[in-house]
């Protein structure tokens, strides 16, 4: 059967590059995969009091990241890290102890920025709470991207350059995937 892979963005604002970008990155060729979209805006803030009565909307939430083969991360960098919400999801996803959502699933990360830098601080910040929960990070090709004019087309797909690129990661990923759950 088809490997699912929870797609998990960064950024809550409507008009994120981020979210446009990940819209594009689902429809790359990846055969025998599908990807769903884990929303993380509706989480409430991570509260240990909280832990032995969790609201129903964590309780879908954990059970949506345990249901996932695989997990992609695409981020913005909010003052050279990850944005609070998206530490926040990870949060409630590692816990009640014992029960961690997110263990052992091979994922992949990546993001986009208009600064130069193309969000490489906040990915290497990602990769260490990713560690930290047990998160299998593919490391055979990083992606950087600054959004410039152009990136975008008008009908809001990635430009056709980009997307050759970002398939060649995909093309890793998947196989990184399929070794991970063999
Ligand atoms: C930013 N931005 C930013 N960009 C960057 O490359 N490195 C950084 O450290 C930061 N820091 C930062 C902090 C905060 C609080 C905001 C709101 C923004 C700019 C950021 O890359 C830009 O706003 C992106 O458009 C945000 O991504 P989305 O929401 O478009 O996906």
């Known amino acids: 059967s088809d490997i699912s892979v929870a797609v998990i963005v960064g950024s809550l604002r409507k ?20 990807f769903n979209f884990i929303e993380i805006g ?8 909280f832990e032995s009565d969790p609201s ?8 949506k990241v345990a249901a996932a083969d695989a997990l992609l991360f695409i981020s913005p960098e ?3 890290s990850l944005p609070g919400v998206l530490k926040n999801a990870i949060d409630v996803g590692s816990r ?4 961690n959502a997110w263990g052992q699933k091979p994922a992949g990360l990546f993001g986009a920025s208009p600064g130069g830098i193309g969000t490489a601080v906040m990915q290497a910040h990602l990769r260490d ?17 600054t959004v ?14 980009t997307q050759k690129f970002l398939q ?9 995937v399929k070794k991970m759950l063999a």
């Open 56 to 63: 129903p909307v964590v309780d879908d939430f954990r059970a």
């Open 78 to 80: 909010y003052n050279r």
């Open 168 to 176: 060649g990661w995909m093309d890793g990923y998947v196989d990184f």
């Open 42 to 49: 509706g989480l409430p803030l991570y509260n240990q009091d």
């Open 129 to 145: 709470v990713l560690a930290a929960v047990g998160v299998n990070v593919y490391s055979g090709a990083e992606v950087y991207l």
């Open 15 to 34: 008009e994120s590059i981020n979210r446009k970008l990940a819209n594009g990155v689902v429809k790359l060729k990846a055969p025998g995969f599908v």
């Open 96 to 99: 009640p102890y014992g029960h």
């Open 148 to 161: 410039k004019d152009g990136f975008f087309t008008e009908s809001g797909d990635i430009n056709e350059g």
